[in-house]
C-alpha cells in the first residue's frame, strides 16, 4: 500500500467510515508517522493541525475508533478507513461529525445500547435483567415472541404486527449478544450465501 504525502505538504485528508453501517463518521488528516501507527495499532490516529502533534481519535474520551479496512483511493491522496467506533465519534456526542444519525445504522445503536446495558451491569435494565437469567430464558423469549409474530401475521392489524416484529428484533439482537455474536457475524453469512 503506497499512499503519496507529498501532495499535501505531508498531510493527507482521511475520511472515516463507520464499518457496519457504512456511515461517513468524520474527516481528519495523516502524516506518514501518524498512518504508520494506525497501521500498528489497528486504532486511527491523526496528526492534529492544531495541536501539531499525533493524536490518537478518543485518547481522552475512550471513544476510540478501531480500524478494520485500510483502502487508498486511485490517486494515492486520500485514504478511506473502515472502523468501529467505540462510543460517539464526534466531541458533541453524535455518531457523526455531519450531524448525520442515520436510519440504516439504527439496529448497530440499538445492538450497542443492548451491549452497554449488559456491560455496565445496569440493575434496572430489563435487558440485563433478562440476560442474567442465562441462555435458555433468553432463548425462550426469543421463541415467545417469534410465536406471538407468526399469530399477529395471519391477522389484519398492521400496528400489532409491527411491534411484535420489532419485539422479536429486539431479543433476537439480546438472543446474538447472549451467544457471543454481532450483527455483523450475521450480515457476513448473508453476504456469503448473496454470492
Not at 475512550?62 to 479496512?69: A, E, R, S, T
Request: glycine share 6%; aromatic share 8%; charged share 25%.
Amino acid at each position: 500500500m503506497i499512499v503519496n504525502f507529498t501532495k499535501g505538504d505531508g498531510l493527507i485528508p482521511v475520511i472515516i467510515q463507520n464499518n457496519n453501517t457504512l456511515q461517513v463518521l468524520m474527516l481528519g488528516y495523516m502524516n506518514e508517522e501518524a498512518f504508520e501507527k494506525t497501521r500498528q495499532e489497528n486504532k486511527v490516529t491523526f496528526f492534529s493541525r492544531s495541536k501539531n502533534r499525533l493524536w490518537t481519535k478518543g485518547e481522552e474520551s475512550g471513544n476510540f475508533l478501531i480500524v478494520n479496512d485500510i483502502q487508498i483511493d486511485c490517486d494515492n491522496d486520500t485514504i478511506l478507513i473502515k472502523a468501529t467506533p467505540k462510543g460517539p465519534t464526534c466531541h458533541t456526542g453524535s455518531t457523526s461529525c455531519f450531524n448525520e444519525e442515520t436510519p440504516q445504522g439504527f439496529l448497530y445503536e440499538l445492538e450497542q445500547t443492548i451491549s452497554n446495558r449488559i456491560d455496565t451491569d445496569d440493575e434496572n435494565s430489563y435487558t440485563n435483567k433478562l440476560f442474567k437469567r442465562g441462555i435458555n430464558k433468553v432463548a425462550q423469549k426469543v421463541g415467545e415472541e417469534a410465536v406471538e409474530l407468526v399469530i399477529e401475521a395471519k391477522d389484519n392489524d398492521a400496528n400489532l404486527f409491527k411491534n411484535e416484529a420489532a419485539d422479536l428484533m429486539y431479543h433476537y439482537i439480546l438472543l446474538l449478544k447472549a451467544k457471543g455474536f454481532t450483527l455483523n457475524d450475521i450480515e457476513e453469512i448473508l453476504k456469503e450465501r448473496a454470492n
